[in-house]
């Protein structure tokens, strides 16, 4: 088992890229990559799960091969390398935690997105945190993932 987490506040200028999906017309996230906030927390679980350490790194700011790469391409890599260890992924459970953007319309399609990136199930959920935090005042997203693999 493994455990990730990560944050991200939103930055104008940039589109919304989360839980795989590209968010047409809300502000985008901060970071390196495209900023999405569940995909790199999953990514910190498979790696914690798997002893392989954190997604700094491997994916760390310094390496401009990862610079504005996408949340699913950091997650299809962490997935490879996992499998690549001696590991098979059983499954993947993340909640995003902000305000918006509003998940439950699009958590099919997100899941599925996050699904093929893992080869392997992916569960996502969503909550706000009742105004509190960064979250809360609407500053950015957060994101938990929990991440079971097997040694093969």
């Known amino acids: 088992m493994g455990v990730g987490v990560d944050v991200h506040p939103f930055a104008s200028g940039r589109e919304l890229h989360l839980a795989g999906l590209h968010w047409p017309g809300e502000t985008g996230l901060a970071g390196h990559s495209d900023g999405d906030a569940a995909a790199h927390a999953a ?4 790696l914690s799960a798997s002893g392989l350490g954190d997604l700094g790194a491997l994916f760390g700011t310094a390496d401009p091969r990862w610079a504005g790469a996408s949340g699913v391409a950091l997650l299809t890599e962490t997935a490879r390398l996992v499998r690549q260890a001696g590991f098979e992924i059983g499954n993947v459970a993340i909640q995003v935690i902000g305000n918006r953007p509003r998940l439950a319309a ?11 990136a893992v080869a392997a199930p992916v569960g996502l959920t ?15 997203v957060a994101a938990v993932a929990t991440a079971l693999v097997v040694a093969v």
């Open 43 to 46: 990514c910190d679980a498979l």
């Open 126 to 140: 969503a909550t706000t945190t009742d105004g509190l935090g960064l979250t809360g005042r609407g500053e950015g």
């Open 106 to 116: 699009r958590r099919t399609e997100a899941e599925k997105a996050l699904s093929a």
